[in-house]
């Protein structure tokens, strides 16, 4: 049956011969029916996908799952959102021993918001297996809680730091493992793990499986397959295109000093019901939600240095509506399913595409319309024109609302409350203050109503400046990059551009928020990452080490 598979993938793909030692390539287009794989898997594996809601195979399922089951390595090229979880999950469950206590799947995840839906949806597949138990491990969780909780556990999902963390304590037995799967094997390497990856697949001991899988295919990648993999097969998706319908989609020029301000010009004026703003880092996620709630926002943050059972109150109270903001970073967004989000705000411009893409497909769901909003600084117009061409779509330069425009909205919407509440409340108490008001200071009924409206929604706000700079790398007074470099935040966050988180964090001063998140390095949240665990692993790698060696089958 495996074979058959097989060559079905071999007729709709391309030529399986190996040249010059790279991997055997194949490459599937459409979906296969689920039950094409059902004689080869446990009953109760069948039984569980199908509770959740499997009919058909995604391309790199129907790609990697038979090599898989025959025991084959694979690459696996595909995107995030491709099915790469399943596909990689239902090989490793169908080949787990229930009966033996022992460690027997290691999966590797870049970040531990990752490692948890990976380890969520490796459970749910699992859901009739009874005695399998899958774990995720991972940094700013209690060790000890997880020492405990590897006791009898055939399956675990991590991070590479913590994940060296339990070998260097010997909490993690290698010695019946018989898969490796690398997951985003890409962003791990982007996040510096590429020793840390080295060093935990050459210690795995006897014959073993790898599955790597990755968006994109680098050289250190084929590096890390040529050193560590037997022939694997290199099974490949075609990037999707990407397209958003059904969200109107709007960019504004702003001065990175003026992002605040211009955030809470968008929210005062449209006045959303439910509104994500995506920062790249986390600590400017934590300074705007601090900008918001004092200017009288209910708003949350979420990041990943936060605990679980702080983004879980963070999400139940945004899903409750008892928050009507959201401020996230990429990372810690994924697995965010709220239908009813109105407007979506880029306060940074992420610096994958398809971030872009996932982000404002938080609103305009379920067949609503949806708005969404980013900030553009200076010469990032041109990441502007990459969207558009990448995703085939157009994005609208729009002027922010005036002052005056805003507090008009913010006068209408006080106005309409207060006459919902005159037509189910009793007023005639309240009638008899302003009557009595009016009669002791002589004044115009009017006059005393424009005062209280006044006082509700404050004084009309300074005009937000268009940042403006043209083609030729000049802003309106005509000077070039050289000229303002030095000048603000651009030439502060250019001369520190790409040196990493660490490096921020001292002498921010006062140079500016959009500059410091800027030199927070250029992946935003996966730098934070980074950071984290290094500072996770540092300690553990001066009083161990791993002897380096390769690892052929």
């Given at each position: 049956m495996i074979s058959e598979m097989k060559e079905q993938v071999k007729m709709t793909g391309m030529d399986e011969t190996a040249e010059n030692g790279r991997p055997k390539e194949q490459e599937a287009e459409g979906e296969q029916s689920l039950a094409s794989i059902e004689p080869l898997l446990d009953t109760r594996i069948v039984r569980a996908v199908r509770e959740m809601g499997f009919e058909k195979l995604t391309p790199i399922q129907v790609q990697a799952i038979p090599y898989l089951l025959e025991g084959e390595d694979i690459i696996g090229q595909a995107q995030t959102g491709t099915g790469k979880t399943a596909a990689f999950a239902i090989p490793a469950l169908q080949k787990v021993d229930p009966e033996s206590r022992n460690l027997q799947t290691i999966i590797l995840c870049p970040t531990r918001e990752l490692a948890m839906q990976a380890a969520d949806e490796i459970r749910s597949i699992a859901k009739y297996m009874h005695g399998v138990r899958v774990l995720p491990v991972y940094g700013g969780q209690e060790i000890r809680k997880q020492i405990m909780g590897l006791k009898g556990t055939q399956i675990i999902v991590g991070t590479p730091g913590r994940v060296m963390d339990h070998m260097r304590r010997h909490t993690i037995k290698l010695d019946h493992v018989n898969m490796v799967v690398l997951d985003e094997a890409d962003e791990m390497l982007d996040m510096g793990f590429r020793e840390d990856m080295e060093l935990i697949l050459g210690q795995i001991p006897g014959e073993h499986q790898t599955a790597l899988f990755s968006a994109t295919m680098p050289q250190p990648i084929l590096e890390i397959a040529n050193r560590f993999q037997k022939d694997a097969r290199l099974v490949r998706v075609a990037a999707k295109e990407l397209t958003i319908s059904l969200v109107s989609q709007r960019y504004y020029k702003v001065k990175s000093q003026d992002k605040d301000a211009a955030c809470i010009r968008l929210l005062e004026y449209y006045q959303p019901r439910l509104c994500l703003i995506f920062c790249n880092t986390k600590i400017k996620v934590d300074e705007l939600a601090e900008v918001l709630k004092k200017a009288g926002f209910q708003a949350e943050g979420l990041h990943g240095d936060m605990s679980q059972h702080q983004r879980d109150v963070s999400m139940g109270r945004f899903r409750n509506g008892s928050t009507n903001i959201?401020?996230?970073?990429?990372?810690?967004?994924?697995?965010?399913?709220?239908?009813?989000?109105?407007v979506v705000?880029?306060?940074?411009?992420?610096?994958?595409?398809?971030?872009?893409?996932?982000?404002?497909?938080?609103?305009?769901?379920?067949?609503?319309?949806?708005?969404?909003?980013?900030?553009?600084?200076?010469?990032?117009?041109?990441?502007?024109?990459?969207?558009?061409?990448?995703?085939?779509?157009?994005?609208?330069?729009?002027?922010?609302?005036?002052?005056?425009?805003?507090?008009?909205?913010?006068?209408?919407?006080?106005?309409?409350?207060?006459?919902?509440?005159?037509?189910?409340?009793?007023?005639?108490?309240?009638?008899?203050?302003?009557?009595?008001?009016?009669?002791?200071?002589?004044?115009?009924?009017?006059?005393?109503?424009?005062?209280?409206?006044?006082?509700?929604?404050?004084?009309?706000?300074?005009?937000?400046?268009?940042?403006?700079?043209d083609s030729r790398g000049r802003d309106r007074h005509g000077r070039g990059e050289r000229g303002r470099r030095g000048r603000g935040e651009e030439g502060v966050s250019r001369r520190r551009r790409g040196r990493g988180e660490e490096r921020t964090d001292r002498g921010r001063g006062s140079r500016g928020e959009e500059g410091a998140d800027r030199r927070r390095g250029s992946r935003g949240e996966e730098y934070d990452g980074r950071r984290r665990g290094r500072e996770e692993e540092r300690d553990g790698r001066r009083a161990f080490s791993f002897p380096k060696k390769k690892k052929k089958k």
């Open positions: 959201l401020i996230a970073t990429d990372v810690a967004a994924r697995g965010i399913d709220v239908d009813d989000v109105e705000i880029n306060y940074d411009l992420p610096q994958d595409i398809e971030y872009y893409v996932h982000r404002i497909g938080r609103t305009g769901r379920a067949g609503k319309t949806g708005r969404s909003f980013t900030f553009v600084s200076g010469r990032e117009i041109f990441r502007i024109r990459q969207i558009e061409r990448f995703c085939r779509t157009t994005i609208e330069e729009k002027k922010l609302p005036g002052a005056a425009k805003v507090m008009k909205a913010k006068a209408d919407k006080y106005l309409n409350q207060a006459w919902e509440l005159h037509e189910h409340e009793d007023m005639e108490l309240m009638k008899k203050y302003l009557q009595r008001k009016i009669d002791a200071e002589e004044c115009d009924a009017l006059e005393l109503a424009a005062a209280m409206l006044k006082m509700q929604i404050g004084d009309k706000g300074p005009e937000i400046a268009v940042d403006e700079y």
